[in-house]
């Protein structure tokens, strides 16, 4: 964890130059209340329209919301969506002037027609020629001058006729001589045009197509990584699995990352802002894993926006910094699957502890920081009402578990909680494999029924002492006493 945060810092600043294809993404926000007499389609009442840079615009937009510096090299037309993209590239702080202008090709332009959250049609108007020699010669100028000052390099495919063998392998012979990283997010079904990137972004399906492999397990998908590895001569692989997170392909192993449990409002965008913070991490030096965990970060962030959106500097620390708004903290059994696996991956300390938590006293809050101290992540089984109620009798709980968990959620070294059935916390055990699983109270280390489940799975137990008459038994009966 502490790995990952510290990559944040280094990125302000950093100089990426992007080279793509770029478009405007126009968002309709409407509503929809009437079907057409016309045919039986909605009628979208417009309620405003805004424009944001689509393509690697997007891309460029999530460097410059990430506090560095974009070098914008690409295509657009004369036009009026020409001049609705510069301003919207100008308004996120993103430089137009390496530009090119091509009076010949309308500028790209994706229209969405978005109800409520929900996208109804794209309306897509492009030219997807590939660039004149004129236009080419103009973009080998501006490339060669630029090239040189960045610390990376980022080409953004999405097939619509800039990013050709030709460019590709411009882009990479002029970043080779300057010795600077070369990122791309490809497409289509010839990755040979990409050969001697450093990394590749391919979405699943992308990297089946390029591959001409299904992927239809783990070890397909990793088959498959190490074919566009070849093809392409890159040294990272990053397959981005959509709700599944991503795999990373490297020449020694193979690294599973989980996705953020998130809300998901909208997906699109996602692969830019993947591409965006893994470069700019390797930019600073970070290794190929810590960058694709903190990309995975930002991804999370930016699919809890609707429409096209980048991630902040500051969401992006938040989204890490494990201060999760209380009710975030609170997760189910399966979402605590990919929680465990992240924090595997950020070589996290986990410790566990388990119990009914009702009426918190100061022996809980006390044993809990205690707790927190033996590591990095602090994760609590709740016992639920009806299994706190098997354990302690029909009276109990005297606190239902939903406010039970929030109280235990708020205290600041509680990380997660996650409430079970079950009277004991065996199979979440199994699930979190604790390096410490503490217990606190007066228990007998080698009478807790869990001790050897716990170091079967690799973990210790530890006993935290309680505060001598800190009870929650105690605390009923005085005020049951009225003394
Ligand atoms: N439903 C989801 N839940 C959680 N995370 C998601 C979800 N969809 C995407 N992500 C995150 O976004 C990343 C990129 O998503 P995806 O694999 O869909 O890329 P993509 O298809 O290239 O996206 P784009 O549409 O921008 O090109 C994923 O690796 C993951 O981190
Ligand atoms: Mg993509």
């Given at each position: 964890?502490?790995?990952?945060?510290?990559?944040?810092?280094?990125?302000?600043?950093?100089?990426?130059?992007?080279?793509?294809?770029?478009?405007?993404?126009?968002?309709?926000w409407?509503?929809?209340?009437?079907?057409?007499?016309?045919?039986?389609?909605?009628?979208?009442?417009?309620?405003?329209?805004?424009?944001?840079?689509?393509?690697?615009?997007?891309?460029?937009?999530?460097?410059?919301?990430?506090?560095?510096?974009?070098?914008?090299?690409?295509?657009?037309?004369?036009?009026?969506?020409?001049?609705?993209?510069?301003?919207?590239?100008?308004d996120?702080?993103?430089?137009?002037?390496?530009?090119?202008?091509?009076?010949k090709?309308?500028?790209?332009?994706?229209?969405?027609?978005?109800?409520?959250?929900?996208?109804?049609?794209?309306?897509?108007?492009?030219?997807?020629?590939?660039?004149?020699?004129?236009?080419?010669?103009?973009?080998?100028?501006?490339?060669?001058?630029?090239?040189?000052?960045?610390?990376?390099?980022?080409?953004?495919?999405?097939?619509?006729?800039?990013?050709?063998?030709?460019?590709?392998?411009?882009?990479?012979?002029?970043?080779?001589?300057?010795?600077k990283?070369?990122s791309?997010?490809?497409?289509?079904?010839?990755?040979?045009?990409?050969?001697?990137?450093?990394?590749?972004?391919?979405?699943?399906?992308?990297?089946?197509?390029?591959?001409?492999?299904?992927?239809?397990?783990?070890?397909?998908?990793?088959?498959?990584?190490?074919?566009?590895?070849?093809?392409?001569?890159?040294?990272?692989?990053?397959?981005?699995?959509?709700?599944?997170?991503?795999?990373?392909?490297?020449?020694?192993e193979?690294i599973?990352?989980?996705?953020?449990?998130?809300?998901?409002?909208?997906?699109?965008?996602?692969?830019?802002?993947?591409?965006?913070?893994?470069t700019l991490?390797?930019?600073?030096?970070?290794?190929?894993?810590?960058?694709?965990?903190?990309?995975?970060?930002?991804?999370?962030?930016?699919?809890?926006?609707?429409?096209?959106?980048?991630?902040?500097?500051?969401?992006?620390?938040?989204?890490?910094?494990?201060?999760?708004?209380i009710?975030?903290?609170?997760?189910?059994?399966?979402?605590?699957?990919?929680?465990?696996?992240?924090?595997?991956?950020?070589?996290?300390?986990?410790?566990?502890?388990?119990?009914?938590?009702?009426?918190?006293?100061?022996?809980?809050?006390?044993?809990?920081?205690?707790?927190?101290?033996?590591?990095?992540?602090?994760i609590?089984?709740?016992?639920?009402?009806?299994?706190?109620?098997?354990?302690?009798?029909?009276?109990?709980?005297?606190i239902?578990?939903?406010?039970?968990?929030?109280?235990?959620?708020?205290?600041?070294?509680?990380?997660?909680?996650?409430?079970?059935?079950?009277t004991?916390?065996?199979?979440?055990?199994?699930?979190?494999?604790?390096?410490?699983?503490?217990?606190?109270?007066?228990?007998?280390?080698?009478?807790?029924?869990?001790?050897?489940?716990?170091?079967?799975?690799g973990?210790?137990?530890?006993?935290?002492?309680?505060?001598?008459?800190?009870?929650?038994t105690?605390?009923?009966?005085?005020?049951?006493?009225?003394?």
């Amino acid at each position: 964890m502490e790995n990952i945060k510290k990559i944040i810092p280094k990125i302000v600043g950093k100089k990426i130059l992007v080279f793509g294809d770029l478009m405007l993404d126009e968002h309709i926000w409407s509503r929809v209340s009437r079907i057409s007499p016309e045919a039986p389609v909605p009628i979208a009442d417009v309620a405003r329209i805004s424009h944001v840079p689509g393509g690697c615009g997007n891309v460029a937009a999530n460097i410059a919301s990430l506090k560095a510096k974009a070098y914008l090299v690409s295509v657009i037309g004369k036009d009026s969506s020409g001049q609705k993209l510069r301003k919207a590239l100008s308004d996120k702080g993103i430089s137009t002037r390496h530009l090119v202008i091509d009076p010949k090709r309308p500028t790209i332009l994706k229209s969405r027609i978005i109800a409520g959250s929900q996208h109804m049609v794209r309306v897509d108007r492009e030219d997807r020629t590939v660039l004149s020699p004129k236009l080419l010669a103009t973009i080998t100028k501006r490339l060669n001058k630029l090239i040189p000052k960045m610390d990376a390099i980022i080409i953004s495919d999405y097939a619509k006729g800039s990013v050709t063998a030709k460019t590709t392998q411009l882009i990479i012979s002029l970043a080779k001589k300057h010795k600077k990283p070369v990122s791309i997010d490809p497409k289509g079904v010839d990755f040979s045009k990409y050969r001697g990137a450093t990394v590749i972004t391919p979405n699943l399906r992308e990297a089946s197509i390029a591959a001409r492999r299904l992927i239809i397990s783990e070890k397909s998908l990793i088959k498959a990584g190490q074919v566009l590895a070849k093809l392409t001569g890159s040294k990272n692989v990053l397959i981005t699995r959509g709700r599944d997170g991503m795999s990373l392909i490297c020449p020694d192993e193979v690294i599973y990352i989980p996705a953020v449990p998130r809300e998901v409002f909208d997906i699109t965008g996602a692969g830019d802002t993947v591409i965006a913070t893994l470069t700019l991490a390797l930019a600073t030096g970070a290794t190929a894993k810590n960058a694709a965990i903190l990309a995975n970060y930002a991804a999370s962030v930016v699919i809890g926006k609707i429409g096209t959106a980048p991630c902040l500097f500051e969401e992006l620390e938040e989204a890490i910094s494990g201060h999760e708004p209380i009710a975030k903290k609170i997760k189910l059994r399966k979402e605590l699957h990919a929680i465990v696996q992240n924090l595997r991956n950020e070589n996290a300390k986990i410790i566990f502890t388990n119990g009914c938590f009702d009426i918190l006293h100061l022996g809980h809050v006390r044993y809990l920081s205690k707790a927190k101290k033996l590591g990095d992540i602090l994760i609590i089984g709740l016992n639920s009402d009806a299994s706190v109620r098997k354990l302690k009798g029909k009276d109990r709980p005297y606190i239902y578990e939903l406010e039970r968990a929030e109280i235990l959620a708020s205290l600041e070294c509680v990380d997660y909680v996650c409430i079970f059935e079950e009277t004991r916390p065996d199979n979440l055990i199994k699930i979190v494999k604790p390096d410490f699983h503490v217990k606190g109270g007066d228990y007998k280390i080698n009478r807790l029924p869990e001790k050897k489940l716990v170091e079967s799975l690799g973990g210790k137990v530890i006993v935290i002492p309680p505060i001598k008459g800190r009870s929650t038994t105690n605390l009923v009966k005085r005020i049951l006493s009225g003394k």
